[in-house]
């Protein structure tokens, strides 16, 4: 393998040692070129458990921190993220009122936010179901998300939400009312509509047009590694390939590059990226 000549950051990647591909797939990424990842927790679905509290969710916390353990060892340098999918609020309909699913994962979140305060982990996960799931649904996935902006302003630390396409501008109100900073929330599967911090897709056709404006945005595969779903939603090896794709093409330069993959991730999450 040639040696990396700069980073290159996954915003939002997962890698699964019981499910999917594994420690296979980050040594993919990496050998591909890319150097750095935002390992974002599964749905707790994923390790089979029914959340009835918020410490159940210590489980699945444990394992993203495991994985991130693992993946290390074979180069990557990896930042996780925890915190409750969305979606649980509908998966688990058929078990409990969507109320009592909302307050459980608040206190998921809660509990996500101590791993924060620990150092454990660098930024939170939450938003509301990307899809029509009634007026019911969405209230209460807006006191969760809600709760989300709270803690992570309470820790000082960022923000990545799931949530439906285009630009999601009442968040900005939403986070600035929580005393949360709107520019450490990232709109995960971004597109450039959005006000908050977009975290495109590597493939997004927008990526040039974006990058020549100066702004500040990321890249993300949202690589799930299911075995089940090979390649969903691309696979490990898409943000360093299309990065050095644009790169050679001339559809991003060093300006850029370095935008992309150091400085919004670095300012965004108050870590520090470099080789």
């Not at 296979?24 to 089979?48: C, D, I, N, Q, Y």
Request: proline fraction near 7%.
């Amino acid at each position: 393998m040639m040696p990396h000549r700069f980073p290159i950051t996954d915003d939002h990647i997962h890698i699964d040692l019981l499910n999917g591909r594994g420690v296979e797939a980050a040594k993919e990424f990496f050998r591909a070129g890319g150097t750095h990842m935002f390992l974002v927790a599964k749905p707790s679905w994923s390790f089979g458990i029914v959340p009835s509290c918020g410490d159940d969710y210590r489980a699945v916390f444990d394992a993203t921190l495991a994985v991130a353990d693992k993946v290390r060892q074979v180069g990557p340098v990896v930042f996780p993220v925890l915190g409750v999918h969305p979606a649980e609020i509908t998966y688990f309909a058929d078990r409990r009122p969507a109320a009592e699913s909302a307050r459980i994962m608040e206190e998921g979140l809660e509990v996500a936010a101590e791993y924060v305060r620990e150092g454990r982990a660098v930024a939170l996960k939450s938003g509301r179901p990307h899809y029509d799931a009634g007026e019911e649904i969405a209230c209460l996935s807006n006191r969760v998300l809600a709760r989300a902006l709270t803690l992570a302003a309470r820790e000082g630390c960022a923000l990545q939400i799931h949530a439906e396409s285009g630009p999601c501008e009442d968040v900005v109100g939403m986070a600035r009312a929580a005393g949360m900073d709107p520019t450490r929330v990232v709109k995960h599967f971004a597109d450039p509509s959005t006000p908050l911090v977009p975290s495109l897709i590597a493939r997004h056709e927008a990526v040039p047009e974006v990058a020549g404006t100066g702004r500040g945005f990321m890249l993300e595969s949202d690589y799930m590694d299911e075995l089940e779903r090979p390649g969903a939603v691309i696979g490990p090896k898409s943000v360093p390939r299309f990065t050095l794709r644009l790169i050679e093409s001339g559809a991003l330069d060093e300006e850029a590059l370095v935008r992309c993959h150091v400085e919004t991730p670095s300012r965004t999450y108050g870590v520090e990226i470099v080789l």
